[in-house]
């Protein structure tokens, strides 16, 4: 007849059978880190506004009203990005002008654009700098000229990628200050021009 061992012993043993067993093997998490949301391709709401500088110029000046040509960045610097400082030049080349003369022009430009609602915008910008007359059909005389231009814009912006365009159908703009004015044939001159309808269609790339 076989005897009973103490139960203390048969607790002892196995203790001891369990101490010695290696660590359960820890298993791999097949869980994958969540990715960030990409902005679409082509969006029609700005998705992009505000993720970085811009670049940009104007494709409808050069050609109408003609020999305009712009320049600028656009720097993210409030509300979230919505919020853009422009800075750039903008110029004149060298052209005709059937009621003055030949003008040009060279301007620092400086201004703030801010999304108001997702491609809804609206941009106030001044342009400082030399204007240049050359033989006045007035006086046959040469001008140079200190101007200042105010102008304002409103419009919508489209996106392909990291390009974009900006289709602004409503502005205003008016040199407010010329400090060596010039006859302009049948009006005389002027230190200051009265405002004009302007629209644009300016073309960027987005880093």
Known sequence: MPVPLPASLVVLALSSGTADAPPPAPVASTTQPAEEPRPPTFSLVGHRVGQGLGVETSALWPL???????LRAALPVAFGGRGQLLLGVQAHVPHSRPEEGRFSSLAAHVGGRGYLW??????????????RLRGSVVDGKNYSSLDVELMGL???RLEVGPLYALVQ??????????SNPWAIQGEGRRTSEPPIYVGNITLGVQF
């Open 64 to 70: 109408f009203p003609g020999n305009l040509f712009q």
């Open 169 to 178: 159908p409503l502005g205003i703009a008016a040199v407010v200050y010329r």
């Open 118 to 131: 997702k491609g809804l915008h609206v941009e106030a910008m001044t342009n400082i700098g030399l204007g």
């Open 154 to 156: 409103a419009g919508w």
